[in-house]
């Protein structure tokens, strides 16, 4: 079995990339972490990869003239490493249009809320200010606008009485670490596609 070449974007813990790489232990899961790329030098994250034994790489957005400069140089990493699939987990930057259509279908990403809800940052204050009773988290491909790609996955906790931003945080965060390997699994395995502005499954 060929096992699709995958790179973790990171910005932070990397709790995210742990679980996929747990996951990709396994020889029969359809992918591999083969690169893990920071845009923070100290992100903590990058412990993880080099305890796993897999290249870890930090490309630093300072010192780029433009947004495209710096996704040009992440795309040079990539290329060199031979990735398949780019998986966004906690990864603080907006990529640029001419990345994002470069790499079409094989970019995705991991956000807290049940989306098309609670788009962008402080995502889990957003849904108690609107007094929701779900919550939860979203596998989607990426496109130009932000959290607004195809639905892969979804998963969803309760709100409880006297959750507060935290509290949720960390009951979705259990759901993000097995839903996101789950979905990568999908994409790996061809059981997933971007086909236009939907997620087509097979």
Not at 28 to 48: H, M, Q, R, T, W
Not at 131 to 153: K, M, N, Y
Not at 164 to 191: F, T, V
Request: with cysteine.
């Amino acid at each position: 079995m060929t096992r699709a070449r995958t790179a973790v974007l990171i910005s932070g813990r990397g709790s995210n990339l742990k679980a996929l790489i747990d996951a990709c232990r396994d020889p029969k899961f359809p992918a591999e972490i083969s690169l893990v790329i920071s845009n923070i030098a100290g992100a903590g994250g990058l412990d993880y990869a080099r305890t796993a034994n897999i290249p870890a790489k930090i490309v630093s957005h300072r010192g780029h003239a433009s947004r495209e400069d710096f996704d040009r140089a992440l795309d040079a990493e990539l290329e060199e490493a031979n990735i398949d699939i780019v998986c966004l987990a906690g990864f603080m930057r907006i990529l640029s249009d001419w990345f994002v259509r470069r790499w079409e279908g094989r970019v995705i990403n991991i956000h807290p809320s049940l989306l098309p809800a609670f788009k962008g940052l402080n995502v889990h204050q957003q849904a108690l200010d609107a007094g929701v009773r779900i919550a939860g988290c979203t596998v989607h491909f990426v496109v130009p606008e932000l959290d607004s790609g195809p639905i892969i996955a979804q998963a969803s906790v309760p709100v409880l009485p006297g959750d507060d931003a935290d509290a949720l945080a960390a009951r979705i965060l259990i759901e993000e670490h097995k839903l996101y390997p789950a979905a990568l699994k999908l994409l790996a395995a061809g059981k997933v596609k971007l086909a236009g502005d939907k997620a087509v499954f097979a």
